[in-house]
């Protein structure tokens, strides 16, 4: 990158807020995921939209690439600059609005942590739809950019279910906004509105590839009277996808989820069955106790699954425990996800054992249901030193092959391995089309998957 188009980066953000000496850039060439090093030519801290909004305009007219980085704790590899360029960091945009008690939504900078958004919000009697199970450097534009998913997801669905609309920088640098926002002198309290199709959709999943959100507006709830949950063992991977069938169709829960053995002996604890599955409710007292009452008779008459003792749940949930496999260096973990229906509950399972088992990693399975279907999320321990990232990009590849031929589908986009292949060619030209409207010189996340002519 020449010197002319870094002094330009550093009068639009600042020069303490522009980084391209070597022992920066090296810092920003790994991410959580497996991948890496991928070096940018510069960092760039924006500390407003307005700077945002001049940073992807010198990057059109420059034709260098632009990558989005937040909390940098994605799995996917997708905060990694594949062709050099400018890393957008945006962690200095951490102001959070208010609450909107009438709309019952919050705004805040994309940058905000999620955490410190759960603090804000519970020390003033409001909630999120649910909490996440994550570290601490996890960003709301991060995650809305992942479209999480979490243990209330039965009742709430996923991060981009609750979100009302966003303040986004488009990739050729104009700002707009999505939600009811777009509307001369309403305020954000509906995604949707009779002027159009949905737009905040285009951010969700994108992991950074349609533009850089600089805002977000979430739907917030008074923290509830109760939230209790019930543990149920099973036997085998197809008993477990039953009982669930079941709990799903009552529709009773705020949460449902699993985890099998493996995952309790990799992070040192006795299993109490092969195959947990937990249960969450939330409401009023009477409520919750009829709900977990109601899953509790549902599993009885099921005649297969047995009642945990109650500190099972206890155990495994809390400071994501439950994905912090206890992993010392030159050993790694790296994580692989896919979305399916409930029938192919027992496959996916299957498929993430036979892949385990044949590369002898230690792992762990952690799944959960997102209304009417399921995120199955497994994690495995290697040897980074040993086997080197190639065991994982290969073990990654086998679980997605196998899963592809279950009839799941990825959960997050990622470069490895590419899914463009599998993508129905008309969808892929539609969304060809999108991408090449908004981003016409290919700077948003240039050479990330699924890849668009
Ligand atoms: C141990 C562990 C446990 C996890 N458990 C859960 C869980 O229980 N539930 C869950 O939902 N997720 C979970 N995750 C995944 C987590 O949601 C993502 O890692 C996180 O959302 C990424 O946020 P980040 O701020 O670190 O973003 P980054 O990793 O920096 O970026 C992620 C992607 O989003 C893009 N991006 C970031 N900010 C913006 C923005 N403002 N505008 C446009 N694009 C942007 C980036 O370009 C990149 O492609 C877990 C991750 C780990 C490591």
């Known amino acids: 990158m020449d010197q002319s188009t870094i002094e330009k980066l550093k009068d639009i953000v600042g020069p303490n807020y522009?980084?391209?000496?070597?022992?920066?850039?090296?810092?920003?060439?790994?991410?959580?995921?497996?991948?890496?090093?991928?070096?940018?030519?510069?960092?760039?801290?924006?500390?407003?939209?307005?700077?945002v909004s001049q940073v992807m305009k010198l990057a059109n007219e420059v034709g260098t690439p632009v990558t989005v980085r937040a909390g940098g704790t994605t799995t996917t590899g997708m905060a990694l600059p594949r062709h050099g360029g400018i890393v957008l960091d945006l962690n200095r945009m951490n102001t959070i609005y208010g609450i909107d008690e009438d709309a019952q939504a919050i705004t805040m900078q994309a940058g905000t942590t999620v955490y410190g958004l759960i603090k804000y919000i519970e020390q003033r009697g409001w909630k999120i739809p649910w909490l996440p199970e994550f570290g601490g450097g996890v960003t709301i534009g991060g995650w809305t950019a992942f479209n999480g998913v979490g243990a209330g997801g039965s009742i709430y669905g996923r991060v981009g279910d609750f979100i009302i609309g966003l303040q986004v920088v488009l990739p050729t640098g104009e700002i707009v906004r999505t939600g009811s926002a777009s509307f001369k002198g309403a305020r954000q309290f509906t995604r949707y509105l009779g002027t159009g199709p949905d737009l905040t959709g285009l951010y969700l999943n994108s992991l950074g590839v349609s533009g850089v959100m600089t805002e977000v507006t979430m739907r917030v709830y008074p923290i509830p009277e109760a939230l209790d949950c019930i543990s149920f063992g099973f036997d085998t991977?197809?008993?477990?996808?039953?009982?669930?069938?079941?709990?799903?169709?009552?529709?009773?829960?705020?949460?449902?989820?699993?985890?099998?053995?493996?995952?309790?002996?990799?992070?040192?604890?006795?299993?109490?069955?092969?195959?947990?599955?937990?249960?969450?409710?939330?409401?009023w007292k009477e409520e919750v106790e009829f709900r977990i009452g109601k899953a509790r008779q549902i599993i009885a008459e099921a005649g297969f699954g047995n009642e945990l003792p109650s500190n099972t749940i206890k155990m495994l949930w809390g400071g994501a425990r439950g994905t912090s496999l206890r992993s010392k260096p030159p050993k790694r973990y790296f994580c692989v996800g896919c979305f399916h229906s409930m029938d192919t509950t027992a496959e996916v399972f299957n498929v993430y054992n036979r892949v385990g088992e044949k590369y002898g990693m230690n792992r762990g399975m952690l799944w959960w249901t997102c209304q009417t279907y399921a995120n199955a999320f497994p994690v495995y321990v290697y040897d980074e030193l040993n086997d080197g990232p190639e065991a994982a990009a290969q073990a990654t590849k086998e679980v997605r092959e196998g899963w592809t031929a279950a009839g799941a589908v990825p959960d997050y986009p990622g470069p490895n391995p590419d899914c463009t292949p599998n993508i129905v060619p008309e969808y892929l030209a539609f969304w060809g089309r999108i991408k090449n409207a908004l981003d016409p010189n290919c700077v948003m996340h240039r050479g990330q998957s699924p890849v668009v002519e």
Do not use: H
Not at 24 to 33: K, N, P
Not at 43 to 50: A, D, F, N, Y
Not at 237 to 249: F, T
């Open 18 to 51: 522009v980084a391209d000496k070597d022992y920066d850039l090296i810092a920003y060439s790994r991410a959580w995921s497996y991948e890496g090093p991928l070096q940018p030519d510069v960092i760039v801290v924006p500390g407003s939209t307005e700077a």
């Open 237 to 283: 991977s197809e008993d477990a996808q039953e009982g669930m069938k079941k709990l799903i169709r009552a529709n009773i829960a705020y949460g449902i989820t699993c985890v099998d053995d493996e995952m309790f002996k990799t992070i040192g604890l006795p299993p109490p069955a092969p195959w947990v599955v937990q249960f969450f409710a939330e409401g």
